[in-house]
């Protein structure tokens, strides 16, 4: 059985010494004690007083080591003198009731002395047994009582009511610590607040910026102008500031620059729109000759590296250009897409062009077939002298159009044959990477009849030549893949894969498997989500270039805050 004694200085041996009345012992061991107890207090009731001494003492040692005094105040508490007289000791050791330590709970109605009266009481006279106005004593006297350490071994309560008493108690000294430790850590450069690999801005902001496009120590920046089908007021702000959808820098980032490009068209306001710009084709090694594709005035072409612009033809039909390949040792050959669907071909630098599926009538091959129907195009590019296809959303494609597929031509796009796919799959970011004995493909797959599971979208690698073998998997996600980059020679290279949603990732090409693929700095602000991501580097060892919501950055060493913001 406990027994009292003087408490240490400042300090006490019981939370709450209850004073009640022998005719309320009943409802006080069967509803208050449990209450209490079970709550982590401790609680000194007249029957662990220790035996043989005064009982004036008793009460006055009970007052004094407890914290707080609980009156249940009926009319025989009242009637009963000792029980009164320990309500006079709390109240001589807190006569202001600054300190609380008197709280009266009326248990049964009576009538109050004054001093009782003033003191704010817990009424539960009207229902003695509702659990909700003993919830209300508890939580009164935990607002007042300082919690015991919860490393401590304890009982009762559980060790997470401990913890978060004890947290909610301290909340402030906490916050302060945090504050301070954050502070601090910041000051000094420590864990988590590292100086690490960050995505940092190096370019202003780019209206409409779409396409990134490395040529030499060049960057290229496409953009798809605010003005196409806009009003004129957006038309007329877009040429004062004398851009009009391609930017050009050096490799350091400044200046960038905005030549005037030849993207205007007639429409229905009495300004000239401005058409908006989709991308580039070039050749990988030698890029003398760049074309820009646009989606009202067809392709551009530039022969000094993108100072000056010029349109290549007139043909309708190629108005609305998408995607492009050039043949990577005849640049006057070069392959679209347009939007409408439809593969076309022109081997004098786009003055002329020619269509390569929907033939009317089929051509002789020795390997494949012409394409009779339709081609819906998700990606494409020429892998050495191979002209790679594959088609794209499978919603969209009917039976008027090529089934979907990766299509090989090796001849320059009139014979066809399908190498793989499957009618559920959307192919996209075509890229080739040629090594002195074989040619390798890399791609992205978003697989229909898998959608939004782990594995719907993914990276592969497919070698076509010398021999095909089967695609690999070198990456998976189920965000959509807005961006595929290889950057590298004839003996190694690095891919890089961006998503809508920021997330980035690289990896070897040859690699192993998809566990080798390394994940980059997320880029926060995609999670707006961000339309397009494009890529840049000239070295696999290098730092890459990263185009996104609008703006270059590079990744380097930084500020711990901009992995968060860059």
Known sequence: MPQPHAPPAGDFLYDVFISYAEADRAWVERQLVPALQTAGLKVLVEDDLPPGALHLKNLEDAVTQSRHILAVLTPA??????????????????????????????????????????????????APDDPRGMRRVV???????PPPSPWQPTSKPSRNQAWRRWLWWHRWRCCGGLVSWIAI?????????????????????????????????????AGRNATNGGAQANCDALKVRGEYGIWISQNDGQPWT?????????SATDCKELAGIWGFAMRPDMPTVIYALTDRVGVLRTLDR????????????????????????????VVVATRQSGLYRSKDGGATWQRLDRQPQPLPCTTGQVLTQTLTVGGMTFAENLLVVGTGDPNQISLD??????????????????????????????????TPTRTVLLFAIKDWSKHKQANSI??????????????RLLWSSTAFVSGLYVSGDAHRARWYVGTKLGQLATGWVDAPGANDAQALPWFVPCLAPCSTIGWASADPDDAPFLLAAERVYRLQPGSWWRKIWP
Request: hydrophobic letters at 40%; a negative charge.
């Open 77 to 126: 508490w009242l009637a009963d003198a000792w029980r009164e007289s320990t309500g006079d000791l709390a109240r001589a050791l807190d006569p202001a009731a600054r300190r609380r330590k008197l709280i009266p709970l009326l248990l049964q109605s009576c009538a109050l002395p004054p001093d009782l009266a003033r003191l704010q009481r817990v009424d539960l006279s009207r």
């Open 306 to 333: 993108g100072a000056s612009w010029q349109r290549t033809g007139n043909d309708p039909a190629v108005a609305d250009v998408r995607l492009g390949a050039v043949h990577p040792y005849q640049e006057q050959t």
């Open 185 to 221: 850590s910041i000051t000094l450069g420590i864990f988590p607040f590292l100086y690490q690999d960050a995505w940092a801005a190096y370019s202003p902001p780019l209206a409409g910026a779409w396409r990134l496009a490395l040529v030499g120590d060049q960057l290229l920046v």
């Open 139 to 145: 939580r009164g006297l935990l607002a007042r009582i």
């Open 458 to 471: 993914g990276v592969y690698q497919l070698d076509i030549a010398p021999q095909r073998t089967q695609r």
């Open 401 to 434: 159009h090529v089934p979907a597929g990766l299509y090989l031509s090796r001849d320059e796009g009139n014979c066809w044959e399908q190498i793989e796919g499957s009618s559920q799959e959307q192919y996209s970011d075509l890229i080739a990477w040629a």
């Open 258 to 266: 905005a030549p005037y490009v030849p993207v205007e068209f007639p």
